[in-house]
């Protein structure tokens, strides 16, 4: 077993064991912390259609510039991970929120279409960079028995502030403009950077001591290692999945003719499925090994995308949407979990890094290709064919853990 699987010898980033490493207030910081970082996110992917139009973009350079915050994140988290593996928590987490004020600074200072390329990429690298270190950072600090439940309160809390956040810039964006309105952004990073010195939390200073001999030499070598290859496309395919729900949902809504309140209702059931897996990861996985939760997941989220097209009344669709929520809320910190206990000790970040560009890629990717199999074959079909792939990632899951 490695070191870090010791709940007394586990460190963000190598640093020396702290006496109180498995303190709840700063756990709970921890995540708070990261939470402010992930805000951004979400408060973008609302405000940049609306700024972009204010600044006479079209709809082309507005989808460029929404998908330049997962597309960035592809180039440079494998190399991020490297170095938190490297340096420990703290700058990383520093940098990471310095770059989610700049981006919000750019388009304060210069409001322009063109600036907002730069804000999306900033803001998307920063958001992916604090997920990358908070999720090595919390998986650390305790138990291995308990990781994937702290990793599941670590997305939770994403949940919660993705829909507290967007509420508060949208309010702000109606009443002082996207100028005022993207300021947010950097005020999340401020509060974030602002706590990272005055709170109690987990993200330390320090270095690794060395390498072990085996470890592989260059990034994607981390691929050529069947079982974690397995997890990290696994983890990537939820991704793409989660992404593409709300759009699925959103073509299903017109074409059975519902209102789009009653589309956010199912939604609304999705997301309360979602957040209650999220906090019961930890539990479940006392009672089941984890590689069969995820298989599990796997299945019951396919069955659920291979059911919506055949629904139409609303609460059946509540009931499909309340399944796969419950399902996919518990994939994420499972696979995580899963991860984490399949990489080398040496390179844990770079391995989440890799999980996260992987991740970023399929969300960028799952949502264009399903899109032409919907213009040329209709919904049914994408939603069909998404089902099956998911079925066939658990055959990829089991070869991997052979």
């Not at 870090?4 to 995540?31: C, E, K, M, W, Y």
């Not at 809320?329 to 970040?349: C, D, H, M, V």
């Not at 996260?356 to 990717?365: E, I, K, R, Y």
Request: glycine letters at 10%; hydrophobic letters at 55%.
């Amino acid at each position: 077993m490695r070191q870090a699987d010791d709940p007394n010898s586990g460190t963000s980033g190598g640093a020396v064991p702290h006496p109180t490493g498995q303190s709840p207030t700063r756990l709970a910081f921890s995540i708070i912390l990261a939470a402010m970082l992930n805000v951004p996110l979400a408060v973008c992917r609302l405000l940049f259609p609306l700024v972009a139009m204010t600044t006479g973009a079209g709809t082309l350079q507005i989808g460029i510039i929404v998908s330049f915050m997962t597309a960035m994140p592809i180039l440079f988290t494998i190399r991020f991970g490297r170095w938190v593996d490297r340096a420990g928590a703290f700058i990383p987490f520093a940098f990471s929120a310095g770059l989610v004020i700049l981006g919000g600074l750019c388009f304060a200072v210069l409001p322009s279409t063109y600036t907002l390329f730069v804000t999306s990429s900033l803001v998307g690298l920063g958001a992916m960079f604090a997920h990358v270190v908070a999720a090595r950072t919390v998986a650390d600090k305790g138990p291995p028995e308990g990781r994937a439940g702290r990793l599941g309160l670590l997305v939770l809390s994403y949940s919660v502030v993705q829909f507290l956040g967007p509420l508060l810039a949208a309010a702000i964006f109606e009443r002082h403009g996207s100028q005022s309105a993207l300021l947010t952004v950097s005020a999340f990073g401020t509060a974030a950077l602002l706590g990272l010195f005055v709170a109690p939390h987990h993200y330390m200073r320090g270095k690794k001591a060395g390498s072990p001999k085996d470890a592989p030499s260059h990034a994607f070598d981390l691929l050529a290692m069947p079982s974690l290859r397995a997890r990290i496309i696994v983890n990537g395919v939820f991704f793409g999945a989660l992404s593409i729900y709300p759009v699925v949902l959103a073509f299903h809504s017109v074409e059975i003719g519902i209102t789009a309140t009653q589309a956010g209702l199912v939604l609304g059931a999705f997301a309360a499925g979602n957040a209650f897996s999220r906090l019961s990861a930890g539990r479940v996985l006392r009672w089941f090994a984890a590689e069969k939760v995820l298989i599990g997941t796997l299945i019951v989220s396919a069955l659920s995308f291979a059911l919506l097209p055949l629904f139409h009344a609303i609460p059946t669709l509540a009931g499909v949407s309340v399944m796969l929520g419950l399902a996919m809320g518990l994939a994420n910190p499972t696979a995580l979990s899963l991860i984490y206990s399949a990489a080398p000790e040496a390179r844990l970040t770079e391995a989440i890094g890799m999980a996260v560009a992987v991740g970023n890629f399929f969300q960028t990717l799952v949502p264009l290709v399903l899109g032409v199999i919907v213009s040329m074959f209709g919904l049914p079909a994408m939603v069909w064919l998404l089902s099956l792939g998911m079925l066939a990632t658990t055959l990829l899951l089991r070869a991997g853990n052979r």
